[in-house]
């Protein structure tokens, strides 16, 4: 029981971290019809901006977190939406699904050559020390990842409800053009959602990095953990995305412990397949009505 | 009046093909003969793409499966034309399989669906140890004999595997002229129409996945023969997503387009080779840039070159793939 609950929390501790990947993807599409198949690499770049402010500049870990979150914002932010969404959404969806193919390709690529192939280390907020609450193990790192994760969450949920700024990009998402006719500074909106993806992003980038190691290889998983998340909660819904992540999380981690290692992969997206099937509109998720 | 003119110069195109080898070394052939089974996968890939409108990310999937099955039966005595029929059909009924649940919802599905079943089959591949021999693959593929000659010889496969891509290409041409394939036309151009003219657009839309799925399947039967060699590796999520790309560069649906992607993909990093590992972010950059000015890809880039030397308007159906990415662009008539 306790390996259990062990597990359980190191897989919400996992699944928080996803569920920010994913809620940058899901508000991207809401905001802006845009896919983003780039988004993996997207949580694997801001990490090797913070082990270049870490490394080659000395700075100490948390300068190096916000300069990460900061580049982020300014590349995957303002370059990716001036440079790459805002002249290809013209084109239509499919092309700029496919330019954002090539960004992934082109970052995953950029970094292999630029900075390194190899995986590099990368320390946690908090020590690696395990402690013992009421007979259950838990690693103080985790509880640190947990907690950010979770603060991130709720700030940006107080930001999109509490905020005149957040209720007018939700405005944004659900009808643009009465949006707009309402005052709504409609392209500003669009442009604060890209900021908020690259923070999300850059924010899951540090968390994720001491587990899983700073490999220009991790977007695809952590990508297609995203993708899983977001469509399993509600393609449509930013709580749907937090609770999809969080439940990949565990199922994830339950799955290597009971299931089988090599396939712990094949277990979300067993999953994936089965709400596609049965719940198309996720778990939280509301159908989309759809006007010819 | 223009068909004709496009078969004489398909036929031409092939008498050329036949001969180029004989100038090469055996590597020239190999890269050759690669870049055509690339090129029958990309077909699927452009059926899916370009005429149905759909996004397929387990193209080199397909290919693994082909591939695997090939392999496997030909080690254990069955023919190399069963196996190859096999391996078709065993894509074919994946196809149907995973694109059924996919097609029934919204658009975008079917791309979230291949990219979890891609994984799914790699890790298959490399799991199945007794099966696919995991990451240390199957070795020893034999080329096959063709009434008593031997396809050992790179020219001679090079000719086999020219022979069987001319029989497909010619059966998606045929395809797409038919009845079954001008209703294509009519759901890229206007669904919405279509659909109320009485297309079945989801059956239409899962049969030509199935089939472009099925070219991935015959394309991974003539790989290994080829490099006699197979492991999981091609067969992952990064290739699939190449699939996709080298189709679009090409001009995703011209039918000529999946045969320049895959040259630019397959022939085009031999002549780079100085660029080497720049190779893939070149051609990142070049894909970005083509669908900011070109959706159409290079085939369209051609026919607009073209028509302009001519100073003549573009013919109807010489930018098609613009046409149809605009089409896919807009939201589909069922949710």
């Not at chain 2, 990451?135 to 020219?155: D, F, N």
Request: net charge positive; glycine share 10%; with cysteine.
């Amino acid at each position: 029981m306790a390996d259990f609950l062990q597990l359980v929390i190191a897989g919400v501790a996992t699944g928080a971290i996803y569920a920010l990947a994913a809620i940058g993807f899901t508000l991207l599409w809401q905001t802006s019809q845009t896919i983003n198949f780039a988004q993996g690499e997207f949580v694997m770049l801001p990490a090797f901006f913070a082990l270049v402010g870490m490394k080659t500049l000395g700075l100490p870990v948390s300068v190096s977190a916000l300069l990460a979150i900061t580049l982020a914002m300014l590349l995957l932010g303002v370059v990716f939406k001036k440079a790459i969404v805002d002249p290809l959404i013209r084109q239509g969806v499919i092309p700029l699904v496919i330019s954002t193919i090539a960004v992934g390709l082109l970052l995953k690529e950029g970094i292999k050559e630029v900075y390194s192939a190899e995986a590099q280390p990368f320390p946690t907020l908090l020590p690696d020390r395990i402690i013992e609450i009421v007979g259950v193990r838990i690693s103080l790192a985790q509880l640190g990842v947990l907690a950010v994760a979770v603060a991130t969450i709720v700030a940006l949920q107080w930001f999109l409800a509490g905020t005149r700024t957040g209720r007018q990009m939700q405005a944004t998402a659900q009808n643009p053009t009465v949006a707009r006719i309402l005052g709504v500074p409609v392209e500003r909106m669009v442009l604060y959602t890209f900021l908020i993806n690259a923070a999300l992003a850059a924010i899951a980038s540090i968390l994720i990095s001491p587990i899983y190691l700073v490999k220009f290889s991790n977007g695809e998983i952590l990508g297609l953990t995203a993708f899983v998340a977001a469509i399993v909660g509600g393609f449509n819904q930013v709580r749907g995305a937090i609770a999809g992540g969080l439940l990949v999380g565990v199922i994830d981690n339950l799955a290597a412990a009971y299931v089988s290692a090599s396939y712990r992969q094949a277990v979300p997206l067993a999953l994936l397949v089965l709400v596609i099937l049965f719940r198309p509109q996720g778990l939280l998720g509301r159908r989309e009505e759809r006007t010819v | 009046m223009r068909s004709r003119w496009l078969l004489l110069l398909l036929l031409a195109a092939i008498v050329v093909l036949a001969l180029v080898p004989l100038g090469l070394q055996r590597y020239g052939t190999y890269i050759l003969t690669l870049w055509l089974v690339t090129a029958v996968a990309a077909l699927g890939v452009n059926l899916i793409v370009g005429y149905a409108g759909q996004e397929t990310l387990a193209q080199a999937a397909f290919l693994g499966i082909g591939a695997y099955t090939t392999a496997l039966l030909t080690q254990a005595g069955v023919p190399f034309g069963f196996a190859f029929l096999v391996s078709g059909l065993a894509s074919f009924a994946v196809g149907l399989v995973i694109g059924f649940p996919a097609l029934r919802v919204q658009k975008h599905y079917l791309a979230f669906v291949t990219l979890a079943f891609s994984v799914f089959v790699w890790l298959v591949f490399r799991n199945e140890e007794w099966l696919t021999g995991g990451v240390m693959g199957i070795m020893g593929i034999k080329r096959p004999v063709l009434a008593g000659i031997s396809l050992r010889p790179a020219l001679h496969f090079y000719w086999f595997v020219l022979a069987i891509s001319t029989v497909l290409t010619f059966a998606m041409w045929w395809l797409l002229r038919s009845p079954w394939g001008r209703a294509f036309t009519a759901l890229r151009e206007n669904p919405i129409r279509a659909e109320s003219l009485g297309i079945d657009v989801r059956r239409y839309t899962l049969l030509a996945f199935a089939i472009g799925s099925a070219y991935g399947g015959f394309a991974g039967s003539l790989y290994a023969p080829l490099v006699e060699f197979i492991d999981p590796a091609p067969f992952a999520l990064g290739p699939s997503f190449l699939f996709l790309l080298m189709v679009v560069v090409g001009g995703a649906g011209s039918f000529f387009g999946p045969f320049i992607g895959a040259a630019v993909a397959v022939l085009l990093p031999e002549w780079l080779r100085f660029a080497q590992s720049y190779y893939l972010i070149i051609y990142a950059l070049l894909v970005i840039v083509l669908m900011a000015f070109c959706p159409s890809g290079i085939a369209g880039l051609a026919a607009r070159l073209a028509s302009r030397l001519r100073k003549a308007p573009v013919p109807a159906d010489a930018k098609p793939g613009r046409a149809n990415l605009g089409a896919a662009a807009k939201p589909e008539a069922r949710a």
